[in-house]
């Protein structure tokens, strides 16, 4: 499978706090994108990073790729109850038009 | 401006019995892919309709076909229903062939009994 993987699984932080996840995939990428869901519903659309940039930055979000680890990281700073959700990562592969998701963050922030 | 919306919200099959599931894209938008949530995973590709035609397909099989209009809404049919075609189905649209920002409906919970 090409899909890629979130790590950690789950996190639980305080309100205020930093939350950092990690994705790593398998193939070479056009981009890699971050999306939220909420509650196994719709998902929406975080921030997208091509495979040429290092750094992105999107009010309190940060996404990090490195493209020789084949991974990527999103900071969320001072964290919020209403991010708790899940948290995806998504690739689409210099190879075709199609796209794969990580397996998710489970993240859970406590007020 | 109207987002992504797909209907039924929800649908209660029961197996060997077929699916009609459909997808209205953001406005503007043109391209439609469909995705295959399991409860605890992430969305699996199922396939990508652009210009009314099936452009990518992920690895389902052939009783997961689908439909573009001209007015770029999209059908995904699944025929001879599996227990296992128990999931959330997403659609999401996007501008233009390829992968970029999508946005996406809310699902259509499917179980098979």
């Known amino acids: 499978s090409q899909q890629g993987e979130e790590d950690p699984q789950a996190l639980s932080i305080q309100e205020g706090e930093n939350a950092t996840m990690n994705c790593s995939y398998k193939t070479s990428i056009n981009n890699l994108q971050w999306y939220r869901q909420n509650s196994g519903r719709g998902l929406v659309h975080l921030i997208l990073i091509r495979s040429n940039e290092r750094e992105k930055h999107s009010g309190r979000l940060r996404v990090t790729l490195d493209t020789s680890k084949k991974s990527s990281s999103l900071l969320i700073t001072a964290s919020r109850a209403a991010d708790t959700a899940s948290y995806f990562c998504a690739t689409e592969p210099n190879t075709g038009n199609q796209f794969y998701f990580g397996t998710g963050t489970s993240l859970t922030v406590i007020p | 401006d109207a987002g992504v919306t797909q209907s039924p919200t929800h649908l209660i099959k029961t197996r060997g019995q077929q699916v009609t599931l459909r997808c209205s894209p953001k406005?503007?938008?043109?391209?439609v892919s469909w995705y295959q949530q399991a409860l605890g995973q992430g969305p699996q590709f199922i396939f990508q309709?652009?210009?009314?035609?099936?452009?990518q397909r992920g690895n389902f099989p052939d009783r997961f076909s689908g439909h573009q209009f001209p007015n770029y809404s999209s059908e995904l049919n699944v025929n001879a229903l599996l227990l296992g075609d128990s999931a959330l189905y997403l659609c999401?649209?996007?501008?233009?062939?390829?992968?970029?920002?999508?946005?996406f409906g809310p699902g259509t919970r499917l179980t098979v009994l």
């Open positions: 406005s503007g938008h043109d391209t």
């Open positions: 999401a649209s996007s501008l233009g062939q390829g992968i970029g920002e999508q946005f």
């Open positions: 309709y652009y210009e009314e035609e099936e452009r």
